[in-house]
């Protein structure tokens, strides 16, 4: 798994800084959003830190209701990220259900 984008989510915010610091042994901490979620790039494999989940695709849903909304935002935001680009020639406005001025 390494290269890889993770999405880490911290179960006690109290303990974040523990755990975000035993990620940086095994991870290239790309983004945090403290106290609750950071991205990281694993460099090799990811570590066993208790109280600690981590995601490469969707964060089920009885995770993402146990964070405040900002995190979450975070993680919708982190989620369109990882969503390939549309290719060209996609659909036009009109197709998308926007309407002209």
């Not at 006690?12 to 901490?29: C, F, M, Q």
Request: aromatic letters at 10%; proline letters at 12%; glycine letters at 8%.
């Amino acid at each position: 798994m390494t290269g890889m984008d993770v999405l880490v989510v911290v179960e006690d915010p109290a303990g974040y800084r523990a755990a975000i610091e035993a990620w940086r042994r095994t991870a290239s901490v790309v983004e945090e959003f403290a106290p609750w979620v950071a991205v990281c790039r694993l460099d090799g494999a990811a570590p066993d830190v208790p109280g600690v989940r981590w995601y490469t695709g969707a964060v089920p849903q009885d995770v993402l209701l146990r964070l405040e909304p900002p995190a979450r935002v975070f993680i919708a935001a982190w989620r369109d990220r990882q969503r390939p680009d549309a290719p060209p020639g996609g659909p036009t406005w009109a197709e998308r259900g926007y309407v002209e001025p």
